[in-house]
């Protein structure tokens, strides 16, 4: 992060407010910006330039434009040049694009793409609000026709003319992440047959592994072909038409449509040429006000490195979300008021054909790259509301939390309902620097169709909080095959019978009190229940009688997710 | 709020950790303190008691019950007795009233209901979770067959034998709150005919006056007569059969079915008789660990008063999530454990015939009751997702904050979705005590069918900052009629044609700059527009030109919704 030195500010602020505000970029961040900075001030000069033939498209809609969800192109437009002019009096300039950035004389080269003609715009205060470009890997055939990538309105419309005017029947879309499963949902919407093709071993790879296995269950059944652990090598046209996606395994995958999807990088060519810092992460980096190191230039969105409150790492997070309030942001520290961007903690929530996957905070993978020690986690299965009224659905939820205060980090969670509305209580509870304490007595909305008196997320909180003043000591799922633990499952025998981890021994809860004496007190035991209720209940009974237990957190039902997944053996 | 005095507690730790602990009461808050204490202590005895036949029964599902919602009477069931002796070797006694508490002797009377036999039960810790009785006011023909309140089990099995028995084919429910309108949705939902009887002017008396407009409406559209601002005087049989309830207006309302839905009363009996200190509002008065005025005995759930985090006022608030925690609280401090209860912000949402209400945190009348000042308000009314995404509902919301720090003071919310997420996402920026810049900057799910890049708790933050701030005057509706201002409809004409504030005059957002001149500058202008957005757009472009703007919060829908409220005339 930058932080200028006082006399840049001064120097800066010398020229007081600044009279004419040029924004590179009309999408998100720089229309926010733009339309925030004449809500505070009125005399200022705004021009917006995009590249694009429109300005505050609705990019996150474009899969849905694609298919057929939203069928009409118009309702992408959020606001026309004519709405910023009559109601902003902001000048917008579409088709046209910013080449270069003269610092010293504060102005930019302006390059109408209709005409080629080029002039110069000087500036008082510029903001950049570029974006992030789709990553296109310099491999053979990646620019084939049939291949695409989607950023803007006319990358969807063409996908869309493509399906059409080839009968596309077959698709593949190379990168499991949000946009590729966005995409994957909205080409069976169009009836396509989908396989995705995906580098990690896992789609979602904002999830941990074992997050991501009930997703990849669900796409499964859907019909989508999964192509996991393999590398895009090349695409090629095939001699009776169409295209194969050839993996790095050697593996085809025919297709009359191709997608990339492997990820955005930040367009950061101009600010690169005009000698701003760059940083690690490949993002302009900005301070807490969005200021680059020159500091009159501003930069905002997709570009920008930007704090994760979590970790405390400069990181890039391409999301409309902070995008918008980066904008807000922009326009405030420019109209020279007091104003703050506080990070990111990535947020974020996708649908994929029925099945909801959210997640606020850092992941266990990620607290582990960002070598974050003194964690602890919970996994539960908890219905999405009370289980007495008809149609619960099971949210799988892992909460990540410091030890030993119980700060929130993280959370994970995917089910049918209900999910995204426990992540962004979570989600406001991390904002507040919250703990699972926190959690365990949040009062939140209950009513049988909407929620239960233990909701999920109070479930979550009392499970953690029980990890952290030793009521339920949790065993690592990964020692299991290393534990010399007794190893013990107390579900009922019909549900013993119909699957259980190899060495476990079977003694169900409502036995335990009268047949524990059988147990050897001089061993550990760890304990599995099918969610984890059971074998809390029983770990309880054990512990207070001296026994040494401990609970395999989320039962059999994540040990079939972490086998799956591979992190179990 | 009780506060014992040191010696109190001491002479109370001295006995050590009760040895023998008597919960009167197995729904809810006993049942949650009996399994608690359980897997806290192995070693105590525990012994429960019911009056009913059932312990651990889901009364929050009765209404659902009796609309077949849910068939299966065992569903409600969430525990049993041999549940609770085989998982926590608990006792329960059920058909079992305790009726008196002798405190000198540590012990209570006990009647076996079945054989009326009575014992004593000597106890080292007593709690009571007695709930609270539905209100059934003296007079004429409450107690005639075919009128019910509903509180357990037997009751809604009572009311669906009447409804098989009899045929019947409407119903008059008195009292329009929860579990009236939960009682309405269900009789709709087997096809009887129903009238609501509230002696207020609205239903959900929870709710401000003109949030409970579009509920009324809803209501209405699905066939529900409502007969408001009229008490029950008395309830008669007709000759040709059937039930007929009389209003104090002397309206007539025919019935096969009434339902008295009027409110609950705490059960203090017991608590009283045992000279136990009763709070104002009619509940046992307990201390943050739940105990009451004599330090052997705690209380939880609907009977006892809690404090309310928002106004710091003594509260009797019947739900279920504060009654699971308070029981949890109590078996903390009876383990001697360090707890605490944090209050209830009175978080609640009912789903009705489609439609979900839901609310946190103080009222506006509430807080005029309570004597607040120093608050301010906004409505707003964005739609539940992304617009550009098809199926958007509007949610209608109002945000009451403090001024000027911000703090959140409460939130009402209606709409077909995402309504019940909104309001767990502000109580829990309520419970970490959050102001309006803290959800102005909430990092929530954003995906177009789940919500927006500025989610509705964004976009109400967000207004309440500009209102703060001084960016965003606001004007009282309630002046509406003895204000001199100038009124402004910046809606477009179609808009202006199909319905407007009387005396105001109309000039589009869309023409304002290049006609604003033509408004007088030394008069006080109150702008409004449909929603809120342009009204907002509207008064920063005048206030910067040198206007007295103010803005009407929440448009011309919140207008119609004051004015069907009559809070403007």
């Known amino acids: 992060m930058i932080h200028h030195t006082e006399s840049q500010l001064a120097d800066s602020r010398k020229s007081g407010t600044p009279r ?25 000069e705004i021009l917006m330039f995009d590249r694009g033939p429109y300005v505050s498209f609705a ?34 300039q579409t088709e046209t694009e910013v080449t270069g950035i003269d610092r010293n004389a504060h102005a930019i080269t302006v ?9 110069m715009e000087r500036y008082d205060a510029l903001v950049l609000s570029p974006g992030a470009a789709p990553i296109r890997p310099p491999l053979p055939g990646v ?15 063409r996908i869309r003319s493509w399906i059409a005017d080839h009968s596309a029947k077959t698709a593949v879309v190379v990168g499991g992440g949000f946009i590729g499963l966005e995409m994957v949902e909205n080409l069976i919407h169009r009836e396509l047959s989908v396989t995705v093709l995906e580098k990690l071993p896992q789609v979602m790879p904002t999830l941990d592994p074992e997050m991501a296995v009930p997703l990849m269950e669900h796409l499964t059944a859907k019909g989508v072909g999964l192509h996991l652990g393999d590398g895009l090598a090349r695409i090629e046209e095939r001699d009776e038409g169409g295209l194969v996606v050839i993996a790095e395994s050697g593996t085809r995958l025919p297709a009359d449509l191709v997608i990339l999807a492997i990820g955005v990088r930040p367009e950061t060519t101009l600010a690169k040429d005009a000698g701003l810092v760059i940083g690690p992460r490949g993002g302009v980096v900005v301070d807490a006000q969005m200021r680059t190191s020159d500091p009159h230039i501003w930069a905002v969105g997709d570009a920008v490195e930007v704090q994760d409150v979590l970790t405390g790492q400069d990181t890039v997070l391409p999301l409309a979300g902070p995008a918008n309030r980066q904008g807000r942001v922009a326009a405030e520290s420019i109209a020279g008021r007091a104003t703050n961007f506080r990070g990111v903690q990535a947020t974020a929530v996708v649908g994929v ?54 700060r929130i980090l993280g959370a994970q969670a995917l089910g049918f309902e209900g999910v995204e509305k426990r992540i962004d209580v ?40 029980n990890v952290l003043n030793g009521d339920m000591p949790v065993a690592d799922w990964l020692e299991l095959d290393r534990t010399d633990a007794l190893l013990l499952d107390v579900r009922e025998p019909d549900e013993f019978v119909r699957g259980h981890i190899a060495q476990a021994i079977n003694l169900p809860l409502s036995q335990l009190r009268s047949r524990y004496v059988d147990l050897a007190k001089d061993r550990d035991i760890w304990i599995y229940c099918a969610v984890g209720q059971r074998a809390y209940f029983a770990a309880r009974f054990l512990t207070q009688h001296g026994y040494r237990s401990r609970n395999l957190s989320g039962g059999y039902t994540t040990y079939k997710a972490l086998k799956a997944a591979g992190v179990v053996p």
């Open 143 to 157: 620019d084939l026709p049939g291949v695409f990538a989607m950023r803007n309105i006319p990358d969807s419309r």
């Open 111 to 119: 390059r109408n793409m209709r005409t080629s003609e080029t002039r």
């Open 20 to 44: 004419r505000v040029l924004i590179v970029g009309g999408v998100a961040g720089g229309a926010s910006c733009a339309a925030r900075l004449r809500r505070l001030d009125e005399t200022v």
């Open 59 to 92: 990019n996150c809609g474009l899969p849905y434009y694609v298919g057929n969800v939203i069928s009409n192109e118009r309702k992408l437009l959020v606001a026309s040049r004519e709405m910023f002019r009559e109601r902003f009096n902001i000048e917008v």
């Open 426 to 465: 979570i989600a406001t509870a991390i904002q507040f620097n919250g703990t699972v304490h926190d959690l365990a007595e949040a009062e939140l909305c209950y009513a049988p169709q909407f929620g239960a008196a233990k909701d999920p997320v109070n479930l979550a909180g009392m499970l953690a909080e």
């Open 353 to 406: 054909l029925g099945l909801t996957v959210a997640s606020t905070g850092a992941s266990e993978k990620g607290l582990r790259r960002a070598g974050v020690t003194g964690f602890e986690k919970v996994y539960l299965h908890p219905g999405h509301h009370a289980g007495y009224y008809p149609g619960a659905r099971p949210i799988h939820l892992k909460l990540l939390f410091s030890t030993p205060n119980g």
